[in-house]
């Protein structure tokens, strides 16, 4: 309990303020998946609060304004400062500006009063900048249609445009309604990846007004596993990195110095066609992309010498079919995978000592170790991978739901799939709260060394039984080298086949704790073909924002969950900020109730209520003593 009280009648008046923060409506909570360092697509979702500002906008305005009047409005929310600037650019005359003024700060008064009205008054006064607080609140707290009031907010607005400070009152406004549209957000997993600034989300994340979780990605992991010490992830994030033209942040936001690496690269590799970086980018030079094409090279060479180690240090990961090689022919030009041989296109094993195929040579390591030095003592990247460890988890439980990136790990009939690690089974909840331990511990304690959580979290990344990977096999080896389709496939846990079935999920929810009535929501798997919503609206699939990743024709979800139910936002691609801007552009395109309820959900229904009620019960004991 923070707060110091006097005196009873102090006491007896947090209690009457809490018991009615509980009758409350219950605030919205936003889901959202799959970022990928992708900043902008990130700042979008929640300048719209993930699509319910366009909502509470059309359920006050339908029948009133025009589809592209509430348009307008909502773009302005959304990006008032350079809205702003285009609309007031357009007017010649003094007299429609102002009666624009007149409407746009009373429309906007509305939205932010409907907004408003599900936030005790100490979170909306946090919500309104100090520059026009009490100016904003008297007129949200009043009824600027009733007569006599009207005068007054004529009055009030007519100040402003006079004193030259319309604007400023806007933005003040918009700012409020972006924050007040939301209460809680959940990011269902990869914030990291190939998108270029990673490190803004986390800073927007950092000054975030939201409440906010992680539920990690496989892609956070490789991030946070780097900073632990795990050269494998290390790799692995190095090498996407540079197949989608990103080591730019590496090196210019986390201060990697990339030089030994680059000059080795260049050295040893040349480039390759099956090593093109995925993405074309404007202005980028040859040189850079022969750059890339040759550090994936190099990186993904090391990995594949890393990676038999580890599986050979680890039987328990069961992992020797990831193992190629020591399979390859004497002119690898061949290798044999369960008893067939394929074609290698395109080899680059040159480095490769077939007597000692898993066997690093010495300029390998030395690139690697002044790598994983530095990404061990980056500053900057310690504390954005701490700040994912510290707000993270593998899994969450939130008021009912359980929240997690991918799957949890399960047979054909649906057994929870039993790993022995450390000498002990674990499966199901237990499997994913000894990963969770190993990752935070791994950050506690880092280490350079080839040591058990380096490699456990390395598992993570790609290993059969990975609740972030959720897939069978990671064939970056064969989507390299061997042009077989079948081969190039990766299998997805049976967990998605069976997240269909409402048994399933009542059955995970249990193993977690959770009754009946909740749901199980996740990412990570863009739903192409299957619908996101299943096993009755029990299981949602949210995958936030990977089309770019996977192709436009991939859907990208947010989910809403409010006092009343439950909704699915169908995001529209995203192109840029400029073009968002440009047309005005809403978040979303489609919008399907998954669950409603007439009966309102409260604030006294929430796990925040819960807390409330106990800071109640406190406080009404100490009158009694
Ligand atoms: O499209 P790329 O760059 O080849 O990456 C494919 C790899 O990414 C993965 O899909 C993992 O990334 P996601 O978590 O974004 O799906 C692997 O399963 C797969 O091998
Ligand atoms: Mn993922």
């Known amino acids: 309990m923070d707060k110091e009280f006097t005196n009873d009648d102090e006491i007896k008046s947090e209690i009457i303020n809490l018991s009615a923060i509980l009758k409350l409506p219950k605030g919205t909570e936003a889901h959202v998946s799959d970022i990928h360092g992708h900043d902008e697509k990130y700042s979008n979702i929640i300048r719209s609060g993930a699509g319910n500002i366009s909502r509470k906008v059309s359920e006050l305005f339908n029948g009133q304004l025009t589809t592209i009047n509430q348009k307008k409005l909502v773009s302005l929310i959304y990006y008032p400062e350079e809205i702003l600037k285009k609309v007031i650019a357009e007017f010649n005359e003094d007299n429609d500006k102002e009666q624009w003024y007149f409407g746009t700060i009373n429309e906007l008064i509305q939205i932010l009063r409907y907004v408003s009205n599900k936030h005790p008054e100490h979170i909306i006064n946090e919500a309104l900048d100090k520059k026009f607080k009490d100016l904003v609140k008297e007129l949200i707290f009043n009824d600027l249609n009733a007569e006599d009031k009207r005068q007054y907010y004529q009055e009030i607005v007519k100040g402003l445009i006079k ?5 400023d009152f806007i933005l003040v406004i918009c700012h409020a309604i972006q924050k007040l549209a939301i209460e809680r957000i959940h990011i269902l997993g990869d914030v990291y990846d190939f998108g270029p600034h990673p490190d803004l989300i986390i800073k927007q994340l950092g000054n975030s007004w939201q409440n906010f979780d992680f539920e990690w990605g496989n892609h956070d992991v490789l991030w946070m596993g780097s900073v632990a010490g795990s050269k494998l992830c290390m790799l692995n994030l190095i090498r996407i990195s540079a197949r989608y033209h990103n080591l730019g942040l590496l090196e210019n936001v986390y201060g990697i110095d990339l030089t030994s690496l680059i000059r080795y690269a260049l050295n040893r590799y040349i480039s390759l066609p099956n090593f093109e970086p995925k993405v074309v980018v404007d202005g980028e030079s040859d040189d850079e992309r022969n750059i890339d094409n040759c550090v994936q090279q190099a990186a ?19 992992m020797d079919d990831r193992l190629f090689l020591d399979k390859l022919s004497s002119d690898r030009k061949k290798v044999t995978i369960d008893g067939k041989s394929y074609s290698i296109e395109n080899g680059c094993f040159q480095t490769v000592n077939p007597a000692k195929p898993y066997q690093i040579t010495n300029s390998e390591r030395v690139v690697l170790i002044d790598l994983i030095n530095q ?23 939130h008021n009912d739901n359980l929240l997690f990136h991918g799957c949890i790990p399960v047979d054909n009939q649906g057994n929870f799939v039993e790993m022995t690690l450390d000498g002990q089974r674990y499966s199901g ?15 506690r304690h880092p280490t350079t060394g080839d040591c058990w959580n380096s490699d456990v979290i390395w598992y ?21 080298f061997i042009s077989d389709d079948k081969l190039q496939q990766e299998h997805h846990n049976p967990f998605f086949k069976l997240s269909h079935e409402e048994w399933f999920v009542d059955k995970v929810l249990k193993e977690f704790g959770l009754g009946r009535r909740g749901h199980i929501i996740n990412g990570h798997t863009p739903a192409k073909e299957v619908p996101p919503v299943r096993a009755n609206q029990k299981f949602i699939m949210v995958n936030g924002m990977s089309e770019s990743k996977v192709g436009a024709d991939v859907k ?58 106990k800071q109640i019960e406190f406080l009404s004991a100490r009158l009694d003593d």
Do not use: C, H
């Open 163 to 167: 004193l030259n400070v319309s604007n």
């Open 300 to 318: 993904a060479i090391m990995q594949f010498k890393l990676e038999g180690q580890a599986i050979k240090r680890r039987p328990e990961f069961k």
């Open 375 to 397: 990404f061990t003592q980056s500053k900057k990247l310690n504390q954005d991978m701490r700040f994912m460890a510290n707000n993270g988890s593998m899994y969450a439980k």
């Open 429 to 443: 909840k237990e499997l994913s709260d000894y990963f969770e331990f190993i990752l935070k511990d791994g950050l």
């Open 460 to 480: 993570l990344w790609e290993g059969a039984n990975s609740p972030l990977f959720a897939k069978d096999k990671m064939r970056t080896f064969e989507r390299y």
């Open 556 to 613: 990208n979800y947010a989910l809403l969950i409010d006092s009343y139910g439950m909704l699915l936002e169908t995001l529209k691609p995203f192109t840029s900020r400029e073009e968002v801007i440009k047309y005005m552009a809403d978040i979303t395109e489609d919008r399907d109730v998954v669950e409603y309820s007439s009966e309102r959900k409260t604030i006294g229904d929430t796990e925040y209520g819960e807390d409330i009620k």
